[in-house]
């Protein structure tokens, strides 16, 4: 099956400064690649996600590229700001929906002022 | 309002002590599904459900069941409790047409004793 593996484990930036979050995935038939966000006592929310056929794709100032020959994909957030602070997981299926994810190990995110 | 909920959200039970944790949606989503979430281990999938009375097993399944009966309900069942089911658990809801938007609930934290 699908093995994901997130990198850094905590992040912190200061504010205004970019921070970058690094996934690989196993399956070469994976094809669907969403990023989560979970702030404190709140479930995840998918903030972006990129599908097999993109190399990157980007939402103001968030964005997601993807290298499949080298199997790994990253989330850039430009000019952070305190309410970026949460924890973020990058996820993937090689059954192109949300519906059957590997999740990674996620990343804690600190955005200090 | 468009949400999951869940209920409880906290519990502390004892070994062995049945409990049944709620999870109802008000979107008429079809697609349903149970995770949980441990540390350094993202969120794993432990049941879903495509529609009523269609279930499956995600990727840690052991320990639990669930049932879907009606269309907004997915109630997750931990008939015998055991201490490393202690964890922090999650619902989450999508439209079968669309698979790439998961809905979360607020997850429910478990304690067995």
């Known amino acids: 099956g699908e093995n994901v593996e997130q990198h850094p484990s905590t992040l912190s930036v200061q504010e205004g400064d970019s921070a970058v979050i690094k996934c690989t995935y196993s399956d070469s038939a994976s094809n669907y690649f969403p990023w989560y966000k979970q702030e404190l006592g709140k479930g995840p929310q998918l903030i972006i996600d990129i599908r097999s056929n993109v190399g990157e794709k980007k939402d103001q100032r968030i964005a997601v590229t993807l290298n499949k020959t080298a199997k790994h994909f990253s989330l850039h957030i430009t000019e952070t700001q305190p309410e970026d602070s949460a924890v973020y997981f990058c996820?993937?299926?090689?059954?192109?929906?949300?519906?059957?994810?590997?999740f990674g190990s996620g990343t804690q995110l600190t955005v200090l002022p | 309002e468009a949400q999951v909920t869940q209920n409880p959200r906290y519990l502390i039970t004892v070994t062995g002590k049945k409990l049944t944790v709620t999870c109802s949606q008000n979107?008429?989503?079809?697609?349903m599904s149970w995770y949980r979430q441990d540390p350094g281990l993202g969120l794993r999938q432990i049941y879903y459900?495509?529609?009523?009375?269609?279930?499956d097993k995600g990727d840690v399944p052991e320990g639990y069941k669930v049932s879907r009966k009606e269309k907004r309900n997915f109630p997750l069942i931990l008939e015998s409790p055991s201490p490393n089911q202690t964890s922090l658990y999650f619902c989450?809801?999508?439209?079968?047409?669309?698979?790439?938007?998961?809905?979360f609930g607020p997850g429910t934290r478990l304690l067995v004793l």
């Open positions: 989450a809801s999508s439209l079968w047409e669309d698979g790439e938007t998961q809905y």
């Open positions: 459900s495509m529609n009523v009375e269609v279930t």
């Open positions: 979107m008429n989503h079809e697609y």
């Open positions: 996820a993937a299926t090689p059954r192109g929906s949300a519906r059957q994810l590997t």
